[in-house]
């Protein structure tokens, strides 16, 4: 069954090479980040890595296809925009970079379009999971691989999580190896050089999680959190919770967790759940904590009724490349958008 999925996907890319299936370029910016894999590895931070480098000197437009939203066609995310809008990503990107127009479109093509008529000054469009959506050529590829997950180790679904045959990855201009460790010796570089044996046309580099400090969920109600947290519930609905454990665990004596599936969405009974777990545990000196991206899905449009009274916080991530690769990656970037972007001039 494998076997003939990926056989499937094999003859649409290439159809897509072989110009039967039409692929559209564009006169601005696109730069798409995606995987192989069917999620985890960290797209919309490294979407907002590439926002938080571009967005001083040019204007970013984001599309997604606004995965498990409740509407179709084009949509630009405001301030009233929910998880069932634009979906929990878009979301996400969307309260955190109010500078950043956050548009989603499950056709990418008339997505940018759209974009380009109601937004002509653009500099440059990031989208979000696009790589397997080849009717879009961008003008840089990245494709990010988990450190713990290689694609060069999956499989083609349903034995393994792979989209499309290992092959795909030619397409890439960078791949990213994402979640490794800080400091990443010479001999993991090495050996991930090995494994993943990029060709001459691309550059591997790798990437880390930095964690930032612990946020109250919007909207919970007044409460205490103990100066010091022994005791800690984990809830997550992501695609890899294991370096969000692996994180906590270090400074707390006790962890247990709840691990949903990715985009989840949450009822009545997870939310009774999680709140008997929490009053379960031991002691008062406890918290429970979920992800940024399980922060947008729970608070917005309100937060559920069940966990007010709860002390929730989120834990907000940033991606960082190791500094050694960090700067040869930015200023290709910043060329590639300065040189492309129709506002040139005034950059």
Not at 119 to 148: C, M, N
Not at 166 to 184: Q, W
């Amino acid at each position: 069954m494998g076997w003939l999925y990926g056989l499937l996907m094999l003859i649409r890319n290439k159809l897509y090479d072989l110009g039967v299936f039409k692929v559209t370029s564009f006169d601005i910016p696109v730069i798409s980040v995606g995987n192989l894999s069917m999620g985890g590895t960290g797209k919309t931070p490294h979407v907002e890595y590439l926002i938080r480098l571009l967005g001083e000197d040019f204007k970013i437009v984001t599309l997604s296809r606004g995965y498990k939203r409740k509407t179709k066609g084009f949509k630009i995310a405001d301030s009233n925009s929910t998880v069932a809008d634009i979906g929990d990503e878009a979301l996400q990107i969307s309260k955190k970079f109010r500078n950043v127009i956050v548009a989603v479109d499950e056709d990418r093509v008339r997505g940018i379009k759209e974009i380009q008529k109601r937004f002509p000054e653009t500099d440059v469009i990031i989208l979000d999971d696009a790589f397997q959506h080849r009717a879009v050529k961008p003008g840089l590829s990245i494709l990010l691989t988990d450190y713990h997950h290689l694609y060069t180790r999956d499989h083609i679904l349903p034995v393994g999580t792979l989209r499309e045959f290992k092959s795909g990855a030619s397409r890439a201009d960078f791949i990213i190896v994402t979640k490794t460790e800080k400091p990443l010796s010479p001999l993991i570089v090495r050996q991930l050089e090995s494994t993943i044996r990029p060709k001459s046309n691309q550059q591997l580099l790798f990437s880390y999680i930095k964690y930032g400090v612990l946020q109250p969920l919007p909207g919970v109600k007044n409460h205490i959190i103990p100066e010091k947290i022994n005791n800690v519930l984990v809830f997550a609905g992501i695609g890899n919770i294991y370096p969000l454990l692996d994180h906590i665990s270090r400074s707390v004596n006790t962890m247990e967790h709840f691990q949903f599936s990715d985009h989840h969405e949450y009822t009545t009974e997870d939310f009774n759940a999680i709140k008997n777990q929490f009053e379960s545990m031991l002691g008062k000196e406890k918290i429970i904590i979920t992800t940024e991206k399980d922060a947008a899905r729970l608070a917005y449009p309100e937060l559920p009724p069940q966990l007010a009274d709860l002390p929730i916080l989120y834990l907000p991530i940033e991606i960082k490349l190791h500094h050694e690769y960090r700067k040869g990656l930015n200023d290709q970037i910043r060329d590639y958008v300065r040189k492309n972007s129709r506002n040139k001039e005034i950059h």
